[in-house]
Nanobody
Framework: VQLQASGGGLVEPGGSLRLSCVVS????????IGWFRQASGKEREGILC????????YYKDSVKGRFTISRDNAKNTVYLHMNSLRREDTAVYYC??????????????????WGQGTLVTVSS
């Protein structure tokens, strides 16, 4: 099981970025994928998740209306679409899966497989 996050970089405040999470070793169709982030000196936090049925669960209220998530099972890829980026969105972003029944977990401890992270820096 592998997850590979990519697409991070430097973006100005108010800008947009799309992150990708390419998975292998399991059939993406059957599982939920979540996105998390960790800013320097802070704990990792959950952002949002997409279920196998494309239901979206937001873990963090401050990204509602700015971030969304989508999946392309044929490409084994889940995307995090980030708009109206703020300096406080600067962090290393990770994707993860619980390899469960396809619903988004409420307990982050259920996430068992993680990607390596991609750095997003929001700065002018």
């Amino acid at each position: 099981v592998q997850l590979q996050a990519s697409g991070g970089g430097l973006v100005e405040p108010g800008g947009s970025l799309r992150l990708s999470c390419v998975v292998s070793g399991f059939i993406l169709d059957y599982y939920a994928i979540g996105w998390f982030r960790q800013a320097s000196g802070k704990e990792r936090e959950g952002i949002l998740c997409i279920s196998k049925g494309n239901d979206i669960t937001y873990y963090k209220d401050s990204v509602k209306g700015r971030f969304t998530i989508s999946r392309d099972n044929a490409k084994n890829t889940v995307y995090l679409h980030m708009n109206s980026l703020r300096r406080e969105d600067t962090a290393v972003y990770y994707c993860a899966t619980d390899l469960g029944y396809g619903n988004c977990p409420q307990d982050f401890d259920e996430y068992q497989s993680w990607g390596q992270g991609t750095l997003v820096t929001v700065s002018s």
